[in-house]
């Protein structure tokens, strides 16, 4: 009897710790509160429900990665494990947490800043959505689009593209205007431009929840392009590029931080190689690089965005013509600056802005001609007014909506300006040699490069400088980053 005494609370405090090891093996959801209060335990709901504009989409938790809940001014986002996203309103406003220990927690939405949820169990399965939607707003998710032809009425005639001669479908709309702009690539590789007659595009995701999706508020669709029924969705189907020359880094909270091509330098001529550029290309220099890294695509609004809130900076303003993946613009040298110091805080790496060197040895992606393309401008090869696209000469299109340069980079040629870190000089005569930027005292004007959406083809040639004052935004003007290799 004098063991019974011993052994009986031991049993008891076993049958109390079990179900929290077991808990604690599965994982809590992470509930983080407006108000900075934190909680651990798990959602009671066996779903969500957001309303967006393409209609109401429900998401098992088993599914859930990531809810933030937004406020007056932005909506609410969903994440799941898949890497889908969808921004709306969740219908349910009153969450419930279970806790182990504790009474059970009623929450109002409203309340709630973020939730991330842990793995759960049970089967799930998935409807085929071979196809990716992403919208203007920034949804990107996978589905079966339902729409079997699309009607487009280019400048010579009207046509119906059958959705199984698809590869991208990629669409635009103008202030004041109201028809849809497309530009469609087929699985050729040719491509047509025009306006899009075809009205609502029905769709179904991977969830089974069906869905209109207006014209004006799609950004591109992709066709056949999910080949496992986990597949991700992703937003740049034209990506060429060898896995080892790829690097990501991770941000403190876990999420990836900017897409980088690490390049290996070496020798090259920048400069006027053809002999008929401007003053300030001249003399041809020959430079010599160390390795470094560059964002494969100019900086975006959301990810600028998010150093905003990170830091309590306002968002810049987009013009009307959306945020998510365009690039950002209304940034000043010192915006941009900023923004890769944050970087660095955030990744434990040394980010910066190009040098006007590393920024040409970059687009040029070992050519010598004009353009990366070639000597002539062509049709449709950059974003830039007189280029034949979709966007040139109206506004920014999302970054990555062109091929590549032969290192894989995007919009090196068009779309926005891109800041460098060298104040401006106008000729190579003093520029260093080793690749590094050119500074000067009381430095007030910064060189920019790459020519822009409302600039005409010479502005987009490889070797084309052009610069700004330092403290200036316009909508013309953004930048992307380097990262020092170690």
Sequence with gaps: MRHLRFLIPLLVTCLLIAPVAARQDRGFDLVTLTNGDIYNGTIGQTSLTLSTPQGEVTIPLNRMRLLQVGDSGRPDRLETVTGDRYQGRLVTRELVVKRVLDPTLPLDVGDIQSISFAARGGRFKARPAPDTVETRSGDLFA??????????????????????DLFLLELMTLEDDEEIHARLTLNDGSRLIGRLLTGDIQARDRFGNRLTLQAET??????????RQEARPFYNYRMRLPPAARLRDRMRDGSPGPELLALRGGRYRRGDLQGDGDGDEKPPVEIRLRPFAIGIYEVTFEEYDRFCDSTGRDRPDD??????????????????????????????HRYRLPSDAEWEFAA???????????????????NCAGCGGLWGGEQTSEVGRFDPNPFGLHDTAGNVFEWVADCWNDTFADAPTDGTPLEKPDCGIRVIRGGAWSFPPKEVRSANRWRDFQPRTSDDTGFRVVRELD
């Design 319 to 348: 013009a009307g013509w959306g945020r998510g993946r365009r690039p950002v613009f209304n940034v000043s040298w010192d915006d941009a600056v900023a923004y890769t110091e944050w970087l660095s805080r955030q990744t434990g």
């Design 218 to 227: 799609i950004s591109s669709l992709a066709f056949a392009v999910n080949h």
């Design 143 to 164: 589905a079966r689009i339902g729409t079997g032809s699309f009607l487009l009425k280019t400048e010579s005639a009207v046509r119906m593209v059958d959705r199984n």
């Design 364 to 382: 040029r992606a070992g050519t010598s001609t004009r353009f990366w393309w070639g000597d002539e401008v062509g049709l449709d090869r950059a």
